[in-house]
């Protein structure tokens, strides 16, 4: 199985910054794409920002250009770095990567235990 853990969560002021990192191991041939999620309470979970192994990204529309995705594919490991952040960025942010485990594998997709960001006011 593929692990994902999650790092850099944590409380800071509204108008800080907070880079969060996720490190995929195990026995990987290739990760497509990797990338991040939020769920606040009492909402669903919602698109963050995701990277593919070539480098493109989707992000959600509600960032305006304050998060910045980036990818590591020698360490494999997924960046999210956050500026301005607001009270309302305040979720649990969760890592997810799809990825193979052989030559012309079918497609799994694995996620991390999630990292708390906390924003106050």
């Known amino acids: 199985q593929v692990q994902l853990v999650e790092s850099g969560g944590g409380l800071v002021q509204a108008g800080g910054s907070l880079r969060l990192s996720c490190a995929a191991s195990g026995s990987i041939f290739s990760i497509y794409t990797m990338g991040w999620y939020r769920q606040a309470p009492g909402k669903q979970r919602e698109l963050v920002a995701t990277?593919?192994?070539?480098?493109?990204?989707n992000y959600a529309d509600y960032m305006k250009g304050r998060f910045t995705i980036s990818r590591d594919n020698a360490k494999n490991t997924v960046y999210l770095q956050m500026y301005i952040l607001k009270p309302e960025d305040t979720a649990v942010y969760y890592c997810?990567?799809?990825?193979?485990?052989?030559?012309?594998?079918?497609?799994?997709?694995?996620w991390g235990p999630g990292t708390q960001v906390t924003v106050s006011s």
């Open positions: 997810n990567a799809v990825y193979s485990v052989q030559r012309a594998g079918v497609p799994r997709s694995s």
């Open positions: 990277i593919a192994s070539g480098g493109s990204t």
